[in-house]
């Protein structure tokens, strides 16, 4: 078993034919923000990946809020990593017609 790191939450990971993909909730169907402690519904997307490490078209993502979307993205885009921010209904409808995320 390995040990989560301190003062991390449990999430639960929702399959991706309930909210378009792998994003926490604490409730399936309701995904939450990334940021510490926030517990509010997601309502954008930050798509971005680490040119160290993955792939240039790898995305990973973060979801937000829209108090948080600000800042999430700062962090993401000072280290070079941020490559979109799109509406989560939006992703979640391209995902689901198979389009173009953006």
């Known amino acids: 078993m390995v040990a989560r790191p301190r003062g991390s939450r449990r999430v639960t990971r929702v399959p991706s034919c309930d909210t378009g993909g792998m994003f926490p ?20 997307v930050l798509a971005w990946n680490n040119p160290k490490l993955h792939t240039p078209d790898r995305r990973k993502t973060w979801l937000a ?23 989560f ?10 389009g173009t995320k953006t």
């Open 25 to 44: 909730t604490e409730e399936p169907g309701r995904p939450i923000c990334s940021a510490k402690g926030c517990r509010v519904d997601a309502r954008w």
């Open 65 to 87: 809020c829209d108090e948080h979307r600000d800042t999430l993205g700062q962090f993401l885009a000072v280290r070079g990593f941020l490559k979109d921010t799109v509406a």
């Open 89 to 98: 209904e939006a992703w979640t409808a391209a995902e689901e017609t198979g």
